[in-house]
């Protein structure tokens, strides 16, 4: 793509900017996480990690040795741990036990829909591709879900959680998704005074495979620790290891607080042209510049993307020397590569608005799904990974593999199905259900009925991605499956990100700000 000269962009400039923006709220949080007490925090930071030392060796024993031999048993302590948010202590361990019982899965003949369930979505979850024909024995003669499943509320809830991993062509686990839904919903009501009442709740807005861990973890302590039969070494593991990963958050947090504090306040107006319609020039300058990382067109543009670009160029330059000191400067390439492929997509989107076109679905989702960010973000998270990553995890990600595309449809999707009401209220670039309305003719009711039903789909892209044996290594995925439920978790129902609601305020209030009570 070629852009024009700058310096004869910038004579056409108008000298006064006017910005069509909507009324976005101000950031409820404030300064809160400029704070941070290091010292005192550092005190009761080294007391709780003696005694997570201390439990993980009480776990490990408990879940991976004395109960190895009860197939139900191990596979519940299992989902325990990682429920809770400390199954990276374990890894071996887990990857270990669920090979054996990957091994004798299909010869298990218990007729407990719980415990089949759990073994199919911890199998999967881990990649094993497991046939889900062993739900056929919990069909009667007629082809139907036996109606005696519906009295075992645990054995629904946990066959519910399992559809949610099935693939494409699997359609006993389509049938499983609706039968559960369906009784789930009525158990809910029915239940309501019963601590699995919540859980139903929780699972029906957002399954586990959709959940981000952390805030899974943290709401699902309670419910576990309401479980007669839990572990107190498990749960008291999990608290303690939430608090120190919550306080290494908190540090994080911190430092990238006083970072953005400290550049010009007119820094944040660059973030706000992305997909809508700014001044063309200026963001023809920017782009290009980005293009070249050309330092010498810095006067050129307006004072507030002078603090922006620099701001940009400076983390770029130290992360290449990290990544030198580190023997990996050849990560550096990528991340810069993928934000300039980033620039690329805003300013094809950029025309779009200035020549008031309304693009075709094809053109459209070609440039709109790579404005969402999904691959820019799951590029420059791998650059501080350690040797699990290799170059070819890089190339394999710039090359819009199946899983990303997936993921980036999704996004882009969920986005404009949740948004493109509010993004109306400003000169703004068509949304996906714009052109798709368009193109085709159909009301928008039906193009709402069948992005629903294609991101459904997708996630079965996600989940058949990561059988065995994979293209990457399995965190290389997760990277990108973690986007997702963070989509999920923004996009679902209401655009969160921009209207910040009870379940945004909710999730980081208690991921950054409230420690577990121990």
């Known amino acids: 793509m070629s852009f024009p000269v700058a310096a004869q962009v910038a004579q056409s400039a108008e000298p006064e900017i006017v910005r069509q923006t909507a009324n976005y709220h101000p950031s409820i949080w404030g300064d809160r996480f400029l704070n941070y007490d290091e010292k005192s925090i550092q005190i009761t930071y080294d007391h709780m990690q003696q005694q997570v030392d201390q439990l993980k060796v009480t776990v490990r024993k408990e879940v991976f040795t004395t109960s190895a031999g009860d197939f139900s048993h191990q596979l519940k302590l299992i989902d325990a741990v990682q429920r809770l948010g400390v199954a990276y202590h374990f890894e071996r361990e887990i990857e270990e036990a669920l090979q054996r019982v990957h091994v004798t899965y299909h010869d298990y003949d218990g007729g407990d829909l719980y415990a089949v369930a759990l073994g199919f979505r911890l199998l999967r979850q881990h990649g094993f591709n497991v046939s889900c024909d062993i739900f056929n024995k919990f069909k009667d003669k007629n082809g139907n879900f036996k109606e005696s499943l519906t009295a075992d509320v645990p054995g629904m809830l946990s066959f519910y959680e399992a559809a949610h991993l099935r693939k494409h062509g699997e359609d006993i686990l389509e049938e499983a998704l609706v039968f559960t839904t369906t009784h789930l919903e009525s158990a809910e009501t029915t239940e309501a005074r019963n601590p699995l009442a919540l859980q139903i709740t929780q699972a029906l807005e957002r399954p586990l495979r959709k959940g981000l861990e952390r805030v899974c973890a943290r709401g699902y302590m309670s419910i576990y620790q309401d479980d007669a039969s839990h572990s107190e070494a498990i749960l008291k593991l ?166 990303l595309r997936a993921s980036n449809i999704i996004f882009r999707l969920m986005d404009d199905l949740s948004g493109y009401e509010f993004e109306k209220e400003r000169e703004h670039v068509a949304s996906s259900i714009e052109c798709y309305m368009k193109q085709y003719g159909v009301p928008e009711q039906e193009v709402l009925d069948i992005f629903n039903k294609q991101v459904k789909d997708l996630w079965k892209d996600i989940n058949e991605e990561f059988l065995r044996p994979t293209d990457v290594p399995m965190p290389v995925l997760m990277r990108v499956l973690n986007l997702t439920r963070v989509v999920d978790l923004l996009y679902k129902g209401e655009d969160g990100y921009t209207h910040v609601g009870k379940v945004m305020k909710d999730s980081v209030a208690s991921l950054f700000i409230e420690p577990v009570p121990l």
């Open 238 to 403: 999990a608290k303690l290891d939430f608090n120190i990963v919550q306080s290494l958050h908190k540090k994080e947090l911190s430092e990238i607080a006083r970072w953005w504090k400290e550049l010009d306040p007119h820094a944040s107006k660059v973030l706000s042209f992305i997909r809508k319609k700014r001044i063309y020039e200026e963001l023809v300058i920017f782009t290009g510049a980005i293009e070249r990382w050309d330092i010498n067109c810095m006067d050129e543009l307006p004072d507030y993307m002078q603090v922006f670009y620099r701001t940009l160029l400076n983390v770029y330059d130290e992360i290449e020397e990290e990544m030198v000191k580190e023997g990996r400067s050849y990560r550096v390439y990528y991340a810069k590569e993928a934000v300039k492929a980033q620039a690329r997509n805003y300013f094809a989107e950029a025309q779009w608005l200035h020549k008031d076109y309304i693009p075709s679905m094809e053109e459209y989702m070609s440039v709109a799904t790579a404005c969402v960010g999904n691959t820019l973000l799951s590029i420059t998270s791998l650059v501080g990974m350690g040797d699990i990553v290799t170059k070819e995890a890089f190339e394999w990600l710039l090359n819009d593999p199946r899983i």
